[in-house]
């Protein structure tokens, strides 16, 4: 089955900095990668995902990119606040008519300091 | 819109004891998944309902079974609980329209098992 790793398990960093989280996927028919952001005693909170027909998608400070060959996608914050820590898995779907089901990374824990 | 909401929040059981978690699905949505995170890890899939009939499962035994209700509503039940089942149990809702459509998490059950 599918197997994504995901990379690092902490990242600190300064306000206004950028954050970057990387994540490698085992099953080339994985075609739907989205990003969840889950704040303590609170459940995943989709904040962007992206296509296989697509190599990057940008919503406001949120980017992700693809690299299908590569078999890794990658989750870039720009200018971080301190609410955007929480932690924030990235996860892969082999997708056919609403039949998906979601493989999770271990998740990354970002902490923004003020 | 309510989103996705689970019951109940919080529950304690006794090892062997039997478990019953509920959610309802978005509005518009027909398709209700349920996941297992453990502390520190990420969400690991158990199985997805649709039209009233499991329609896949993932690698737990059978101790752990569901139901969908005609309104799209779903249960989790859990039978002779282990210490190993104690985790936060999440229920994602999607549509079954097109491929690869948005899952929305609940805010999930804490199942303590003692």
Same mark, same amino acid.
């Given at each position: 089955?599918?197997?994504?790793?995901?990379?690092?398990?902490?990242?600190?960093?300064?306000?206004?900095? !950028?954050?970057? @989280?990387?994540? &490698?996927?085992?099953?080339?028919?994985?075609? +739907? =990668?989205?990003?969840?952001?889950?704040?303590?005693?609170?459940?995943?909170?989709?904040?962007?995902?992206?296509?296989?027909?697509?190599?990057?998608?940008?919503?406001?400070?949120?980017?992700?990119?693809?690299?299908?060959?590569?078999?890794?996608? !990658?989750?870039? @914050?720009?200018? &971080?606040?301190?609410?955007?820590?929480?932690? +924030? =898995?990235?996860?892969?779907?082999?997708?056919?008519?609403?039949?998906?089901?979601?493989?999770?990374?271990?998740?990354?824990?970002?902490?923004?300091?003020? | 819109?309510?989103?996705?909401?689970?019951?109940?929040?919080?529950?304690?059981?006794?090892?062997?004891?039997?478990?019953?978690?509920?959610?309802?699905?978005?509005?518009?949505?027909?398709?209700?998944?349920?996941?297992?995170?453990?502390?520190?890890?990420?969400?690991?899939?158990?199985?997805?309902?649709?039209?009233?009939?499991?329609?896949?499962?993932?690698?737990?035994?059978?101790?752990?079974?569901?139901?969908?209700?005609?309104?799209?509503?779903?249960?989790?039940?859990?039978?002779?609980?282990?210490?190993?089942?104690?985790?936060?149990?999440?229920?994602?809702?999607?549509?079954?329209?097109?491929?690869?459509?948005?899952?929305?998490?609940?805010?999930?059950?804490?199942?303590?098992?003692?």
């Amino acid at each position: 089955g599918e197997n994504v790793e995901q990379h690092p398990s902490t990242l600190s960093v300064q306000e206004g900095d !950028s954050a970057v @989280i990387k994540c &490698t996927y085992s099953d080339s028919a994985s075609n +739907y =990668f989205p990003w969840y952001k889950q704040e303590l005693g609170k459940g995943p909170q989709l904040i962007i995902d992206i296509r296989s027909n697509v190599g990057e998608k940008k919503d406001q400070r949120i980017a992700v990119t693809l690299n299908k060959t590569a078999k890794h996608f !990658s989750l870039h @914050i720009t200018e &971080t606040q301190p609410e955007d820590s929480a932690v +924030y =898995f990235c996860a892969a779907s082999i997708g056919d008519s609403g039949y998906s089901t979601l493989t999770f990374g271990k998740g990354t824990m970002l902490l923004v300091s003020p | 819109d309510a989103g996705v909401t689970q019951s109940p929040t919080h529950l304690i059981k006794t090892r062997g004891q039997q478990v019953t978690l509920r959610c309802s699905p978005k509005s518009g949505h027909d398709t209700v998944s349920w996941y297992q995170q453990a502390l520190g890890q990420g969400p690991q899939f158990i199985f997805q309902y649709y039209e009233e009939e499991e329609r896949q499962r993932g690698n737990f035994p059978d101790r752990f079974s569901g139901h969908q209700f005609p309104n799209y509503s779903s249960e989790l039940n859990v039978n002779a609980l282990l210490l190993g089942d104690s985790a936060l149990y999440l229920c994602a809702s999607s549509s079954s329209g097109g491929m690869n459509t948005e899952a929305f998490f609940g805010q999930g059950t804490r199942l303590t098992v003692v």
